[in-house]
Structure formats: C-alpha cells, structure tokens
C-alpha cells in the first residue's frame, strides 16, 4: 500500500527532475529514494518515472496522477495544520448543553466574553431539562453542561458555579400582609405554582413549600418560565422564578412584581461538569475559571459566585 511518504518522495522528484537532486532536498540517500519510487509504483501498478543517466522525467501516467497526489498532499498538510490548531483546544467545537430554565438567561452574557477570549472556539447549544443533561454527558452527546445539579456521579467533574436566587413572583394588584423583609415564614399557607416534574425547579419549589408550609398547586402546572408568568399574571397563584429571569423578562411591574426573600435557602446552585478524562479538560478547566470572573464581574448584582 502507498504511503504519504513515498507520495512526498514522488513529487519531490517531479519537482526536481533529477533523483540526485530530490535525495539531497529530502536529506534521503539515493538508492533509498529509489527503494521508495519502485515500490510506489509497484503499489499503484504503473509506471510513475522515466530514468536516465541524466535525468529522470514523468512518465504519461505520472504526469496524469500529479495533479491528484498535489490534491492530496495538500489536504494531508491541511489535516495536520487543523490537528495542530486543535492541540490547544481552543480552536474546537464544544458541545454545551444547558436546561431551559437556564441558558436563555445566561449564555447571552457569557458566550460574547467567551468567543472574545478564545476567538476560534465554537460551542453548539442544546437544551435539556438536568437528568438529560446527565446522561447526555456521560454518553458522549455533550462535552459541557451547565446547570442545577447539585453533585456529579461518579466519572464526572463537578464545579461550582453560582448560587441563584429564588423570587417570589405573584401579581401587582395583590398585596401581602408582612411588615419590613418578606421571610420564609410569610409562606405559610400561600398557593404556589410550579413547573411540571421534568424540570430541577419543580423539586426545590417542592422542598421550600414542604419547609414553609406552603401549599404547592398540582392541578396547574406551567411548561416554561414563560407560561409560569402568565398564570402569575392570570391571577392562579403565586411561583418562585429564578433571579436570572426576573433580570431579563420581568419588565412591566403593573402586571407583576417580584419580592426578594430574606434567610432561608431561597436559592438554587448551579454547576459546570464534564467527563473527568476527556482529552479537554485542562481547557475546560481554563475556560471555567473565565466563566468565574465572567459571573463575577457582570452578574454580581444578581447571583452569588462561588467560588
């Protein structure tokens, strides 16, 4: 079978003209570049070269294959070139996979300071509800996945991220009855909406009622965060919506309001994980650090970075 090595020998000669002068351009012997020729062409079964004691010149299929072998080695030094851009992971295609309750609230702060810093890498966005993201992880489909997950199974590299507010959401015409800071304990008894069970939010909305005393509505549930606001709005309850959204959507208080509660574990964490042996993952480290300082400069006001 032909190898690159007796193609670049090939067109070397075909450059130079002369075995003699290809030998000495490829720091080969000559009769070693000839070893290499006539087993080139007993490879492909025909004959490449014309040889002289003066010189050696293109056979008619020789001259007819040098056009395809150029192609060829020309793709070959393209392979290599991309192989060694890729080396440093930074010019690659990541396949990132976020939850719907996240990414939309998020990435567009991120993904402009990511492509500034490492201009050449490029990240394919999926949306998944968490358990998805998991699998979808440790099977391959995903290299990186942000969201609420509170620990990593085993293989897995879990870093934390940030801690995101919960915010009681609940329409502009209702008023409660609370002096001062709304607390946990002004919960009790209150009508809460939640997502349906597919989505990480629907179990902390889950657990903060079973701690409050808050009653969880089951028989309505929302799709969205959108479709959540819009039964806010409709007057069917009141819902926790995560601080991220609140900052992007919620922009007409004479519809609905938000309040900030105080103590508590009103919050939901959110985590980067990747495979623990990917070939990436020093890079993946580099680029968690940088999505760090990205949270902590630009969305400080919002969530809490941890660090």
């Given at each position: 079978?032909?190898?690159?090595?007796?193609?670049?020998y090939?067109?070397?000669?075909?450059?130079?003209g002369?075995?003699?002068?290809?030998?000495?351009?490829?720091?080969?012997?000559?009769p070693?570049?000839?070893?290499?020729?006539?087993?080139?062409?007993?490879?492909?079964?025909?004959?490449?070269?014309?040889?002289?004691?003066?010189?050696?010149?293109?056979?008619?299929?020789?001259?007819?294959?040098?056009?395809?072998?150029?192609a060829?080695m020309?793709?070959?030094?393209?392979?290599?070139?991309?192989?060694?851009?890729i080396?440093?992971?930074?010019?690659?295609?990541?396949?990132?996979?976020?939850?719907?309750?996240?990414g939309?609230?998020?990435?567009?702060?991120?993904?402009?300071?990511?492509?500034?810093?490492?201009a050449?890498?490029?990240?394919?966005?999926?949306?998944?509800?968490?358990?998805q993201?998991?699998?979808?992880?440790?099977?391959?489909?995903?290299?990186?996945?942000?969201?609420?997950?509170?620990?990593?199974?085993?293989?897995?590299?879990?870093?934390?991220?940030?801690?995101?507010?919960?915010?009681?959401?609940?329409?502009?015409?209702?008023?409660?009855?609370?002096?001062?800071?709304l607390t946990?304990?002004?919960l009790?008894?209150?009508?809460?909406?939640?997502l349906?069970?597919?989505?990480?939010?629907?179990?902390?909305?889950?657990?903060?009622?079973?701690?409050?005393?808050a009653?969880?509505?089951?028989?309505?549930e929302?799709?969205?965060?959108?479709?959540?606001?819009?039964?806010?709005?409709?007057?069917?309850?009141?819902?926790?919506?995560?601080?991220?959204?609140?900052?992007?959507?919620?922009?007409?208080?004479?519809?609905?309001?938000?309040e900030?509660l105080?103590?508590?574990?009103?919050?939901r964490e959110?985590?980067?994980?990747?495979?623990?042996?990917?070939?990436?993952?020093?890079?993946?480290?580099?680029?968690?650090?940088?999505?760090?300082?990205?949270?902590?400069t630009?969305l400080?006001?919002?969530?809490?970075?941890?660090?």
């Amino acid at each position: 079978m032909s190898s690159l090595r007796q193609l670049e020998y090939f067109l070397e000669v075909a450059e130079a003209g002369s075995l003699r002068q290809a030998a000495a351009r490829l720091g080969v012997t000559q009769p070693t570049l000839t070893v290499q020729l006539r087993t080139l062409e007993e490879s492909l079964g025909v004959l490449l070269l014309e040889r002289s004691r003066s010189s050696t010149m293109l056979t008619p299929a020789g001259r007819e294959l040098l056009p395809e072998v150029k192609a060829l080695m020309a793709q070959w030094h393209n392979i290599i070139e991309t192989a060694h851009l890729i080396g440093d992971h930074t010019h690659s295609t990541y396949r990132l996979g976020v939850p719907p309750t996240l990414g939309p609230y998020l990435l567009p702060t991120l993904i402009p300071s990511i492509h500034k810093t490492f201009a050449r890498l490029r990240l394919h966005v999926r949306e998944e509800v968490p358990d998805q993201l998991l699998t979808g992880l440790e099977e391959g489909r995903f290299d990186l996945i942000i969201g609420p997950i509170s620990e990593a199974r085993e293989g897995l590299v879990h870093v934390p991220l940030f801690r995101e507010p919960l915010m009681l959401a609940l329409p502009a015409e209702v008023q409660l009855e609370h002096d001062g800071d709304l607390t946990e304990s002004d919960l009790s008894g209150m009508e809460i909406l939640g997502l349906d069970e597919r989505h990480a939010l629907r179990r902390e909305v889950e657990r903060i009622c079973e701690s409050t005393g808050a009653r969880l509505n089951r028989d309505f549930e929302g799709t969205s965060l959108d479709t959540l606001r819009q039964m806010v709005v409709m007057g069917m309850g009141l819902a926790f919506l995560p601080a991220l959204y609140v900052r992007s959507e919620i922009h007409r208080p004479e519809e609905l309001r938000v309040e900030r509660l105080s103590g508590g574990r009103l919050f939901r964490e959110h985590a980067l994980l990747y495979r623990r042996n990917a070939p990436s993952r020093h890079f993946y480290r580099d680029l968690t650090q940088h999505i760090r300082r990205v949270i902590e400069t630009e969305l400080a006001d919002t969530v809490v970075p941890v660090a």
